[in-house]
């Protein structure tokens, strides 16, 4: 069986509750996967400083009432 995993940090969303996990965890998860002989990747991340990431930008466009 051949697959890929992409683990893709959470980005923080005002209206989410979802928690970000902390880099540790991720490498460490990603080390567990590995070990088991699953191509695994970490996402690489862009944006997220300028809130631009994954559902930040929906988010905004959201909060400013524009279509």
């Given amino acids: 069986m ?3 995993v992409n ?3 959470v ?3 005002p209206e989410r509750k ?3 996990t902390s880099r540790n965890d991720i ?3 990603q080390r567990i996967l590995a ?3 699953i191509n ?3 996402r690489r991340e862009q944006g997220h400083d300028i809130a ?3 559902g930040q930008l929906r988010a905004k466009h959201m909060e400013s009432g524009t279509r």
């Fill in 40 to 42: 695994v990747t970490i």
């Fill in 52 to 54: 631009a990431a994954c």
């Fill in 11 to 13: 980005n923080h969303v």
């Fill in 18 to 20: 979802y928690v970000r």
């Fill in 27 to 29: 490498f460490q998860f």
């Fill in 7 to 9: 683990l893709i940090p």
């Fill in 2 to 4: 051949l697959c890929h």
């Fill in 35 to 37: 070990d088991k002989g």
